[in-house]
Structures are given as structure tokens and as C-alpha cells.
């Protein structure tokens, strides 16, 4: 027996076979979502959440969820796609999960959901924004993926804006005969 084994290892080493090793991932994304496992891993069992409990001590929780809003576009563009949507997914959970919380007990009475439905929580999904990855978005943004015509319509706001200020500005000008004065070199 003890020529067969030294045998056996001989040939396996020979063969090229070696034990599989787990493909090791990013220390970075590994470094980023390994506090939300570790809540996870104690605050769900069965496919139940324990909200109470996680409510009770969140402190760990609101750190990861703010960890999220610090992930900068650039360094989220540079991600493979299976990342980036590793990333989203990852978010989006978590900003369920304290939107869950931050209301729980949830005792709705809109007849059109379950009475401890995160539904019940009002604008939870189109309201309520969270800062992810340098961003204010919503669920229902994050969920549509319609971030872009959120930035599209802010800006189009903001163009909106300035310009009535400009407008404002100059017809202040021609009205005001304070400038008037002083445009003609008046005292």
C-alpha cells in the first residue's frame, strides 16, 4: 500500500491534474459588497429578512450603502459589463432593503398591495433617491435604467433656468431707469 500512493501522486502530478481553485475575485469588488454578504449572511434565513433586527443595528449597513454612492462613474466605466451589472443589481437590493427599513414596521392601507408591502411605503420606488455611484437616482430609475433621461431633463432645467435668469438680466437693463442713468453717464 505505501508504493501505490507515492505511485498515485506521481502520476496524477505527471497527468497535469491539480485541484481547482476557486476563481479568485477582484479584491476591489470583493472589498466593496463583502459587508453587504455579511448582513446578509446573519440577517437572512430561509428567504426571510429579519428587518427588525437589521433596523435595530444598521450602523454596518448605512456604511456599505454609503460606499455605494462613493463608487465614481470613471471607476464604474471601467468595469467589465458582468461588474457593472453585478454592481447595479448589488445597489439596487440594498437600497430596497433600507427603504424597507427605514419604514418597518410597514402597515399600509392602499387596498392595491399586500398590507406589508414595500409598496405601502409612499414614492419608495419613484420619489425616494439614493446616492450610487456619484448619482441621486431612484428605484424605478435604477430598475429602467433610465438615469440618462433623468440627467437629460435636469439639464434641460437647468439650461431652462439660466436662461430666464439671462432674460431676466437683460430686460432689468431697459427697464430699471436707474440703469438707464447710469448707462448714459448720469450721476
Given amino acids: 500500500m505505501k508504493v501505490y500512493v507515492p505511485i498515485l501522486l ?16 477582484p479584491a476591489d469588488v470583493d472589498a466593496l459588497h463583502r459587508p453587504y454578504d455579511e448582513i446578509l449572511d446573519v440577517y437572512v434565513r ?52 433600507r427603504t424597507v427599513i ?5 402597515r399600509g392601507k392602499a387596498p392595491d398591495y399586500p398590507p406589508n408591502s414595500i409598496r405601502q411605503i409612499p414614492g419608495a420606488f419613484e ?21 440618462f433621461l433623468i440627467q437629460g431633463i435636469f439639464l434641460f432645467l437647468i439650461t431652462g433656468v439660466l436662461i430666464a435668469n439671462l432674460v431676466i ?4 437693463v431697459f427697464i430699471d431707469p436707474r440703469t438707464r442713468i447710469g448707462m448714459q453717464g448720469g450721476a
Fill in 10 to 25: 506521481i502520476a496524477l502530478a505527471a497527468s497535469g491534474i491539480t485541484a481547482q481553485q476557486p476563481s479568485p475575485t
Fill in 127 to 147: 420619489r425616494r433617491q439614493f446616492r450610487v455611484a456619484g448619482r441621486m437616482l431612484t428605484l424605478d430609475a435604477i430598475e429602467n435604467r433610465d438615469y
Fill in 102 to 106: 427605514d419604514g418597518y414596521p410597514i
Fill in 169 to 172: 438680466d437683460i430686460a432689468y
Fill in 46 to 97: 430561509d428567504g426571510l429578512v429579519y428587518y427588525q433586527a437589521l433596523k435595530l443595528e444598521r450602523a454596518k449597513f448605512d456604511r456599505y450603502v454609503q460606499s455605494l454612492g462613493e463608487v465614481t462613474p470613471d471607476t464604474l466605466k471601467g468595469w467589465s459589463p458582468d461588474r457593472q451589472l453585478s454592481f447595479w443589481i448589488n445597489a439596487y437590493n440594498a437600497f430596497v432593503l
